[in-house]
């Protein structure tokens, strides 16, 4: 008889690590709080628009097509994915608008035309990056840090024997400045730290491996939006046999004698041989392990930043705008300063304006577009979210004005806002970080939550807040680890 597994939530973790558990013979049910799945990966429409709801920046999308190959499927017969020619366009306060090419000659020729920083300058930072990201990925993105497995092997011992190259003694400012000259190209690199919701005056070098990942592997789109990420997982779960239980609460994790026995669903108790949580670390302690000693330590690591999304239906068409565009802050080290020291929102942020519509011409009526324009907001501690909403959306409205040299206001037709109060209560993410704990200081990777329990066999945990941390790529990475752990714990082939 099939041994059973439960998954907890059906985030993009969850989704992968069922797939994987299944396709190893496991029995699978996922039982999800929401009427969806993909947790943070969700749409909405309104009045004839599409709106991609959470992340928006598609990168490593070999990790999605592993796991269909994984089950013996072609990718593409379930996703459609095309590389950007652009990655980002960019405006800085000065009226400098930059394009950020994907083809690495046209975007080196674009900095050295637009900055006082050279092609070659640009090359050999990726370059170097790239170098971290070898020595790296395999360590700490790929195996659990939690076990002594992970460092016998030539792997290992490799980017230890590197560990200079990893650069994790100098901050990302620290490195980035060391490689450009011109406030602009600084500016430019900085901005990855956002990616994990990190601040990158603060953040490890190592984190450099961001820009390299967008520059040298490529954006990508998925044909439909990033809601094609999360039906395309969906369907491949069902199609493998995965059960999914939407509207499924999970309330408990029950353990025996330090092992799993069930999970209390809608007032049932459900049995398993293996019980893995997507639900945040924080709460998956705090609400499923009431009874259990909590790893404070680990749970209180500083989080992430959140997010303030406008979701914007716009009454019209703005060429200068591409897929992906970023308006930056003219002082960004006080806007990190407003985020993680003060927990307050800067009065002149860097707006991040996503339009979907650009490339899936469906998701706007003809001659409008579907704005999704986001600024970074400190996690919840409980601030006036409704008073910090209404300052910063004039913020907003006053920046796009003066880069797009016209009233935006009028041209809205129709607004939803989100805010790192609904991020939480839709998740289930703590505080509403967008992707768990922080990586603000070179030990951060060690700290964050393992993929498994160390005081009740059986139990595991995928997602954003355990290792290696949240965005897309690493959630599905966090799905491979804990299949790898499964697998060595039960003696599979
Ligand atoms: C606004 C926004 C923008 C982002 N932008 C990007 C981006 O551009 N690129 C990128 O790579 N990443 C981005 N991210 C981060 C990315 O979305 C997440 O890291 C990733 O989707 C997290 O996936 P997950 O599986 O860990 O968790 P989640 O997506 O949070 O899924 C967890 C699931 O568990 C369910 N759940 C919780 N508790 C229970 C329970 N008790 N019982 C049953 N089910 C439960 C939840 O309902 C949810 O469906 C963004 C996130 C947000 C919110």
Same mark, same amino acid.
């Given at each position: 008889m099939s041994k059973k597994a439960i998954v907890i939530g059906a985030g993009l973790a969850g989704l992968a690590t069922a797939i994987r558990l299944?396709?190893?013979?496991?029995?699978?049910?996922?039982? +999800?709080?929401?009427?969806?799945?993909?947790?943070?990966?969700? +749409?909405?429409?309104?009045?004839?628009?599409?709106?991609?709801?959470?992340?928006?920046?598609?990168?490593?999308?070999?990790?999605?097509? #592993?796991?269909?190959?994984?089950?013996?499927? @072609?990718?593409? #017969?379930?996703?459609?994915? +095309?590389?950007?020619?652009?990655?980002?366009?960019?405006?800085?306060?000065?009226?400098t608008t930059l394009t950020?090419?994907? #083809?690495?000659?046209?975007?080196? *020729? &674009?900095?050295? +035309? *637009?900055?006082?920083?050279?092609? &070659? /300058?640009?090359? $050999?930072?990726l370059k170097k990056a790239g170098r971290i990201f070898e020595l790296t990925s395999e360590l700490f993105m790929k195996?659990?840090?939690?076990?002594?497995?992970?460092?016998?092997? $030539?792997?290992?011992?490799?980017?230890?024997?590197?560990?200079?190259? =990893?650069?994790?003694?100098?901050?990302?400012?620290? !490195?980035?400045?060391?490689?450009?000259?011109?406030?602009?190209?600084?500016?430019?690199?900085?901005?990855?730290?956002?990616?994990?919701? /990190?601040?990158?005056?603060?953040?490890?070098?190592?984190? @450099?491996? =961001?820009?390299?990942? &967008?520059?040298?592997?490529?954006?990508?789109?998925?044909?439909?939006?990033?809601?094609?990420?999360?039906?395309?997982?969906? $369907?491949?779960?069902?199609?493998?046999?995965?059960?999914?239980?939407? @509207?499924?609460?999970?309330?408990? =994790?029950? !353990?025996? *004698?330090?092992?799993?026995?069930?999970?209390?669903?809608?007032?049932?108790?459900?049995?398993?041989?293996?019980?893995?949580?997507?639900?945040?670390?924080?709460?998956?302690?705090?609400?499923?392990?009431p009874d259990q000693l909590w790893p404070e330590r680990t749970l209180n690591q500083p989080k992430s930043s959140s997010a303030l999304i406008f979701y914007w239906a716009m009454n019209k068409s703005f060429p200068k705008l591409d897929l992906h565009n970023i308006l930056f802050s003219p002082d960004y080290e006080k806007e990190f300063e407003f985020l993680f020291d003060r927990f307050e929102v800067f009065d002149q942020p860097t707006v991040y304006i996503y339009i979907s519509s650009k490339r899936n011409l469906e998701d706007a009526p003809a001659g409008k577009e579907n704005w999704f324009v986001m600024i970074n907001v400190p996690h919840n501690r409980g601030q006036d979210w409704d008073k910090l909403v209404h300052h910063a959306r004039k913020s907003i409205l006053s920046i796009l004005e003066q880069n797009l040299g016209e009233p935006i206001e009028p041209l809205i037709l129709s607004e939803t806002v989100l805010d790192p109060r609904g991020i939480e209560s839709r998740t289930s993410s703590f505080m509403g970080a967008l992707y768990g704990n922080s990586s603000n200081n070179r030990f951060a990777a060690f700290m964050r939550h393992p993929n498994f329990s160390k005081d009740i066999k059986g139990l595991y945990f995928c997602g954003g807040s355990v290792?290696?941390?949240?965005?897309i790529p690493l959630v599905l990475l966090s799905a491979k680890i804990v299949d790898d752990l499964v697998r060595e714990d039960h003696d599979l082939p």
């Open positions: 299944r396709l190893r013979g496991f029995e699978v049910t996922v039982y +999800e709080s929401n009427t969806h799945t993909g947790g943070k990966v969700t +749409e909405f429409h309104r009045d004839g628009f599409r709106f991609d709801a959470g992340p928006s920046l598609f990168t490593m999308p070999e990790l999605v097509d #592993d796991l269909f190959r994984l089950a013996g499927k @072609n990718p593409s #017969d379930y996703i459609e994915t +095309e590389q950007l020619p652009v990655t980002c366009n960019y405006f800085f306060p000065d009226g950020a090419w994907s #083809d690495p000659d046209k975007f080196g *020729k &674009e900095i050295e +035309e *637009k900055t006082t920083d050279s092609a &070659e /300058s640009v090359h $050999k930072f195996r659990s840090l939690h076990r002594l497995s992970t460092y016998t092997n $030539k792997t290992a011992w490799n980017a230890l024997i590197h560990l200079p190259e =990893i650069d994790t003694a100098r901050t990302m400012i620290t !490195a980035i400045r060391a490689s450009f000259k011109d406030p602009k190209t600084i500016q430019l690199f900085s901005r990855y730290a956002t990616y994990n919701g /990190s601040n990158p005056y603060q953040a490890p070098a190592t984190l @450099n491996i =961001i820009p390299y990942l &967008e520059h040298s592997r490529g954006a990508f789109f998925p044909k439909n939006g990033m809601i094609g990420i999360s039906s395309a997982l969906t $369907k491949l779960a069902e199609e493998t046999g995965v059960k999914i239980e939407l @509207n499924s609460k999970v309330e408990r =994790i029950i !353990a025996e *004698k330090g092992s799993v026995k069930s999970v209390l669903v809608k007032g049932k108790y459900e049995a398993a041989d293996v019980i893995v949580s997507n639900m945040d670390i924080h709460y998956t302690y705090h609400k499923l392990l290792h290696p941390g949240g965005g």
